[in-house]
């Protein structure tokens, strides 16, 4: 990634069997390793195992860090289409 430098769009794989302290940790991680303007957890893993984890405590964690950062969160198989060209690059300019 030091070479890349940052993406725009991360969807980062979230699971519900752990502690949200840990998974909170572990997205500060992704977020710095990635430096994205929007986090997508993918986290959705009722299906399986009957847990369904919350995505505020992640984006609590990120949004303390980085304010800017854009945070998306969709329900099970809900199809996400994001225009960076809109959601990201105006906002920059702007």
Same mark, same amino acid.
């Given at each position: 990634?030091? =070479?890349?430098?940052?993406? /725009? @769009?991360?969807?980062?794989?979230?699971?519900?069997?752990? *502690?949200?302290? !840990?998974?909170?940790?572990?997205?500060?991680?992704?977020? =710095?390793?990635?430096?994205? /303007? @929007?986090?997508?957890?993918?986290?959705?893993?009722?299906? *399986?195992?009957? !847990?369904?984890?919350?995505?505020?405590?992640?984006?609590?964690?990120?949004?303390?860090?980085?304010?800017?950062?854009?945070?998306?969160?969709?329900?099970?198989?809900?199809?996400?289409?994001?225009?960076?060209?809109?959601?990201?690059?105006?906002?920059?300019?702007?």
């Amino acid at each position: 990634m030091e =070479r890349i430098g940052r993406v /725009d @769009v991360t969807l980062v794989a979230v699971s519900a069997s752990f *502690l949200h302290t !840990l998974t909170a940790q572990r997205a500060l991680e992704h977020m =710095r390793a990635y430096k994205p /303007d @929007v986090y997508i957890p993918g986290h959705h893993d009722a299906p *399986l195992n009957g !847990l369904w984890r919350a995505t505020e405590p992640l984006f609590q964690a990120i949004k303390t860090e980085n304010p800017t950062i854009i945070t998306v969160s969709r329900s099970y198989r809900e199809p996400v289409c994001f225009d960076t060209e809109n959601n990201i690059q105006r906002r920059q300019r702007g």
